[in-house]
């Protein structure tokens, strides 16, 4: 079965770095997109941007450029997102989810079960 | 980078049939065929059920469809059973200084 496998909930200190993964398995993973997508509390979701395993391309949404960073390993078909200091609005569910097409994606297809980041002093 | 917009709630008995609605604008809904929807519950992965406006991945129910006229798209759901009941999301290409993509504000399916 495709699935992506996301890494555990965090709770983190207000200034502390974070890198969450998110493992695909059962696909050619340097073949599809990887995104990120936001959800605060109580909020919809929100884009922050796609890598191309492959080569390590990144676009990202402005609202999150500069805030976060999107990386990928291919060889352990893994994908990241990572902060290197983190704020109490960072506290949110974060989705990782696969590009339905390649190199043209319009849609994600395959969707992580989320990982629960909690920023708390 | 401003989503678009959809009803808050829609309910229905079962059996009944809903529609969702998705505005947006002519760079993103109204300039592309790249309308999706998806369907999110607590403690599953968000599910996609309708990409390029109106196509249906594999193995999700006939009873969802989708729609777009102008910078206006639509999911239908037919037949609404208790399983339905959900958050569902809009999402569409677009081009402009914004992000690549952009999702609605989500409605909440309730069947009554």
């Known amino acids: 079965e495709v699935q992506l496998v996301q890494s555990g909930a965090e709770v983190k200190k207000p200034g502390e770095s974070l890198k969450i993964s998110c493992n695909g398995s059962?696909?050619?993973?340097?073949?599809?997109?990887i995104g990120w997508v936001r959800q605060m509390p109580g909020k919809g979701l929100e884009w922050m941007g796609i890598?191309?395993?492959?080569?390590?391309?990144?676009t990202y949404s402005p609202s999150f450029e500069g805030q976060v960073t999107i990386s990928a390993d291919k060889s352990i078909k893994t994908a990241y997102l990572q902060w290197s200091s983190l704020k109490a609005s960072d506290t949110a569910m974060y989705y990782c989810a696969r590009g339905n097409k390649f190199p043209g994606m319009n849609a994600f297809d395959i969707w992580g079960l989320g990982t629960m980041v909690t920023v708390s002093s | 980078q401003s989503a678009l917009t959809q009803p808050v709630s829609v309910s229905g008995s079962p059996g009944q049939s809903i529609t969702i609605s998705c505005i947006g604008t002519n760079t993103d809904i109204g300039g592309y065929k790249y309308v999706s929807w998806y369907q999110l519950k607590p403690g599953k992965a968000p599910k996609l059920v309708i990409f390029e406006v109106s196509i249906r991945p594999s193995g999700v129910s006939n009873r969802f469809s989708g729609s777009k006229s102008g910078n206006t798209a639509s999911l239908a759901i037919s037949g609404l059973r208790a399983e339905d009941e959900a958050d569902y999301y809009c999402s569409s290409y677009r081009t402009s200084s914004a992000a690549l993509f952009v999702f609605g504000t989500g409605t909440k399916v309730t069947v009554l």
């Open positions: 890598i191309n395993p492959s080569n390590s391309d990144t």
């Open positions: 059962e696909y050619r993973f340097e073949t599809y997109w």
